[in-house]
Nanobody, 125 residues
Framework: QVQLVESGGGLVEAGGSLRLSCAAS????????MGWYRQAPGKQRELVAA???????NYADSVEGRFTISRDNAKNTVYLQMSSLKPEDTAVYYC???????????????????WGQGTLVTVSS
């Protein structure tokens, strides 16, 4: 099995910073895109930022210039550095990954899209 484990959420004042981490573990062949999504109360889950295995990134307009996504391919880990946080950034943040994994059957490798359990970020005004 493959799983994503997130850490780094918490309570921060507006203008502050937080760093989220997400580590993938299991029978991983390779990880393609890794990303962060968020879901605020009463709203749909939305993409915050994503990064490819080659390092190409894209961001939601609402976080461009304030958040930075990065990854460590050797550690199968993705990070989200969040700065200049605003109360509207309050949400549960979820890690997501497109992962090629080993199987015991045929085919020996298959692609999965997996989610972390989520970590709560609360920004107070």
């Amino acid at each position: 099995q493959v799983q994503l484990v997130e850490s780094g959420g918490g309570l921060v004042e507006a203008g502050g910073s937080l760093r989220l981490s997400c580590a993938a573990s299991g029978s991983i062949v390779r990880i393609n895109v890794m990303g962060w999504y968020r879901q605020a109360p009463g709203k749909q889950r939305e993409l915050v930022a994503a990064v490819t295995s080659g390092g190409s990134t894209n961001y939601a307009d609402s976080v461009e210039g304030r958040f930075t996504i990065s990854r460590d391919n050797a550690k199968n880990t993705v990070y989200l550095q969040m700065s200049s946080l605003k109360p509207e950034d309050t949400a549960v943040y979820y890690c997501n990954a497109d992962v090629a994994v080993y199987t015991t059957g045929n085919p020996p490798v298959r692609n999965l899209n997996i989610w972390g359990q989520g970590t709560l970020v609360t920004v107070s005004s």
